[in-house]
């Protein structure tokens, strides 16, 4: 079993503390099934080197899954040659999320990553989903979104928030803690406003190797999410790759795997 990073260090009162939902993705990355597939994807059999994947994380919040990742890459991949990014809206979880990777690897520290199969990480980037992103450029993307169905969307911070809260009748409902917790958390009409977002970003983003994974609830209605996937056509193909029991004693989760497919298959021929 892979060691968890350490997130000691966060403040649970900005930053969503990691629980099973993250625990549920580390689980799903290190299963022996997906390491197969990640390294028969991003490592193939073949006489020249494959391209070095980019890895991103969109929502990092603590940064436990990213640093998971970047510190196990040539457990995971196969390969220690694995470029890794953070997003996230909350700029004390960028701070965090760099933190947390930094301590995760600290022990390889003075030594090179392909000496210690870790990948290297390239930061954590303060932005509102890909919106900092190039298209086609990311090769594995990972999604544990705010997937609570809520009543209403917690207004999204501008880069610069520090102003937001400067109006207390703005925020009435959330003093600028709750709201920094609430962006982690709180997903709209079905707890898929967010996720929707960011679905709708993935042909754009995703290489033409592209992997994501995102996680769902059981009111996400993921049977729905995955049909509406699988109507983008025969260059993709979506799976249910891991769930979970209840957590926090309502909600059913599981994790999707969506992949750009390198040749159009139709998926009800073999």
């Known amino acids: 079993m892979l060691p968890t990073p350490s997130t000691a260090h966060i403040d649970p009162n900005r930053i969503y503390d ?44 603590s940064g436990v899954v990213i640093a998971f990742i970047s510190a196990n890459a040539e457990k995971l991949f196969g390969r220690a040659d694995l470029l890794s990014l953070g997003i996230d809206i909350n700029e004390h979880a960028c701070h965090a999320t760099n933190e947390t990777v930094r301590r995760a690897c600290g022990d390889y520290q003075g030594q090179a990553e392909s000496d210690v199969g870790r990948g290297t990480f390239m930061g954590a980037l303060q932005a509102d989903l890909t919106s900092a992103m190039k298209p086609a450029v990311v090769d594995m993307l990972v999604f544990n979104p705010p997937y609570v169905p809520t009543s209403e969307l917690p207004e999204a911070l501008s880069l610069n928030h520090k102003d937001d809260f400067t109006s207390v009748a703005k925020y009435e409902k959330f003093d600028e803690d709750s709201h920094l917790l609430s962006l982690s958390y709180a997903g709209g009409k079905d707890g898929m406003e967010v996720t929707d977002r960011l679905l709708n970003q993935l042909p754009q983003l995703l290489s033409e190797r592209g992997v994501a994974y995102v996680l769902l609830c059981q009111q996400n209605r993921p049977n729905e999410v995955i049909n509406r996937i699988r109507a983008w056509g025969p260059h993709w193909a979506v799976v249910t790759v891991r769930r979970s029991g209840k957590a926090a004693g309502w909600e059913t989760l599981q994790v999707i795997r969506i992949s750009r497919m390198t040749e159009a298959k139709n998926p009800k021929t073999k």
Do not use: K, W
Request: no cysteine; net charge negative; aromatic share 6%.
């Open 18 to 61: 990691p629980a099973e939902d993250s625990y549920l993705l580390l689980d799903t990355l290190s299963a022996a099934s997906e390491v197969q597939y990640l390294r028969d994807r991003f490592n193939p059999e073949q006489t020249s080197p494959s391209p070095i994947p980019l890895v991103l994380e969109v929502g990092t919040g």
